[in-house]
């Protein structure tokens, strides 16, 4: 199984970016599916994850201005982000996880809020 996130960029604080995963040879649907973020110098933590039955939880730092949803498509997810500030700057990471087979991990798309 291969997870694919896009959607990362440069952008002003204030704006927006739309991150998008999408998952590839997985014979299963992800119970959950989710995005973390990795700064520099910082741990790994969750941002957004989403259940198959769309139960959705954000973490303190981007509750309100992030959106997470899956795709109709299986195994994909999408992480709106508005209001963006240069604290949100991190390389993002979609996850994939099923009971039994665990986490599945895409590669990272840098997000990076500066003016």
């Known amino acids: 199984v291969q997870l694919q996130a896009s959607g990362g960029g440069l952008v002003q604080p204030g704006g927006s970016l739309r991150l998008s995963c999408a998952a590839s040879?997985?014979?299963?649907?992800?119970?959950?599916m989710a995005w973390y973020r990795q700064a520099p110098g910082k741990q790994r933590e969750l941002v957004a994850s989403i259940t198959s039955g769309r139960s959705r939880n954000y973490s303190d730092s981007v509750k309100g201005r992030f959106t997470i949803s899956r795709g109709n498509a299986k195994n994909s997810v999408y992480l709106q982000m508005n209001s963006l500030k240069p604290e949100d700057t991190a390389v993002y990471y979609c996850?994939?996880?099923?009971?039994?087979?665990?986490?599945?991990w895409g590669q990272g798309t840098q997000v990076t809020v500066s003016s």
């Open positions: 996850n994939g996880y099923q009971p039994g087979p665990g986490n599945y």
């Open positions: 040879g997985s014979a299963f649907s992800f119970n959950v």
